[in-house]
């Protein structure tokens, strides 16, 4: 156990799985175009139990950071099978960047078939959209974007240029942790402090609306259709029904999640997030910090708080 700005850390381990992922970037004329395909992409992004995929915004991009020089977005997405990502991203793509004005959309895990021999279709298939009058080009100059190849495919604002395809690499979900308190002010405050900590860095995302949920769930149901059913452990109202990890003088408690590309990046991300949320709400309302597990059943990556923290 530690305790950090008057909050509980316990020796608890969030438990997490193996996943497959990708990164996409999507840029626009200006921002705000770009942004308004980001958002469209990533909606209905926020779990794999009914969303298929959890994808949300690693991380603004500059004009110096895009390959067309124009404002952009890095997306992270996961899901739980290959053949999900890749029935997943070119829907999305299809219904939510080449129907956005301006948009334009690359590949965003650097490497070829030679190193990324798993692949996912963009302009593979949205190509057809263009009903005969789509063209390719594999670009032969130095740089960012050599030896790649792209369609443009004919629509009413000009172009809608997109990358031939996108590696599918290994990735984790699951990572978390709860914070747990007396009010929901605090809680809130402890969330956003958290989740802003952690926007900018590499390789993560936060899924979930505001980076936080409030529906934590367990393993199965009363109901076999189900194969998640609320966290009763952590629900206030059901601390006199039901076996409760919730103290006495906690009455609520919100979870980050934390999808990566990597142990490390969650690693990080969990220590990031804990220690700003800590210094936000610590002594105002936030009383512990714990992790949710399922007895090391569900996934092989444990991320030990006491280990993380250190």
């Known amino acids: 156990m530690t305790i950090l700005n008057g ?9 997490a799985f193996d996943m497959k992922a990708t990164r996409v970037i999507i840029t626009g004329h200006d921002r705000q175009w770009a942004l308004d395909a980001t958002m469209a992409m990533t909606g209905f992004g926020t ?3 009914a969303c298929g995929i959890e994808t949300a915004i690693e991380r603004e991009l500059s004009p110096e950071e895009t390959p067309d020089g124009r404002p952009g977005f890095s997306v992270l997405a996961f899901a739980v099978s290959g053949s999900e990502l890749e029935k997943q991203i070119p829907r999305r793509v299809g219904q939510c960047v080449l129907t956005c004005p301006t948009s334009a959309l690359y590949a965003g895990i650097v490497g070829d078939k030679s190193m990324h021999p798993k692949r996912i279709p963009l302009g593979k298939t949205i190509r057809y959209f263009g009903d ?3 063209i390719s080009k594999v670009t ?17 604002d000009g172009e809608f240029v997109c990358e031939h395809d996108v590696a599918r ?5 699951g990572g978390n942790f709860l914070l747990l308190g007396n009010s929901i002010e605090a809680i809130s405050k402890a969330c956003r402090a958290a989740v802003d900590a952690m926007r900018d860095l590499p390789d993560m995302i936060t899924p979930f609306p505001g980076g936080a949920a409030r529906s934590g769930s367990k393993v199965g149901s ?4 189900l194969f998640a059913s609320t966290n009763d452990a952590f629900c206030p109202t059901l601390r006199t029904m039901t076996p409760s990890l919730l103290r006495d003088d906690e009455t609520i408690a919100m979870e980050i999640v934390i999808d990566g590309l990597s142990f490390d990046a969650i690693a990080n991300s ?3 997030g804990v220690t700003a949320a800590c210094k936000a709400a610590g002594g105002n ?3 512990r910090v714990t992790a949710g597990n399922y007895g090391g059943k569900l996934g092989k990556h444990h991320f030990h708080l006491a280990e993380v923290m250190q």
């Open 222 to 225: 009363k109901y076999p259709a």
């Open 270 to 272: 969990i220590k990031v």
């Open 140 to 156: 032969p100059a130095a740089g960012y974007a050599k030896g790649r190849r792209y369609w443009r495919i004919p629509v009413m």
């Open 169 to 173: 690499i290994n990735g984790i979900g």
């Open 47 to 49: 779990s794999v139990i």
């Open 7 to 15: 909050v509980t850390i316990e020796s608890e381990f969030a438990e």
């Open 132 to 134: 005969g009058n789509q």
């Open 285 to 287: 309302g936030l009383l």
